[in-house]
């Protein structure tokens, strides 16, 4: 179980999405988790979602 999560609410950021995450994920502490709520969001926030969590499993 991760010693941290990091929650991220996810509506309309396309634009900056990929950018919050790869902050998150670089950190030097690596024992936390990420979990990110899309809220429907119109656009490509839930594919760029997917992609994350495909490739790190602490999305």
């Known amino acids: 179980m991760p010693r941290f ?20 994920l670089e950190q030097s502490y690596a024992d936390f988790e990420v979990i990110a709520v899309d809220d429907c969001s119109p656009d490509g926030c839930g594919a760029i979602l997917d992609e994350y969590a495909a490739r790190d499993p602490r999305v």
């Open 5 to 24: 999560s990091v929650i991220v609410p996810v509506f309309k950021v396309q634009g900056y999405l990929r950018e919050c995450l790869d902050s998150v």
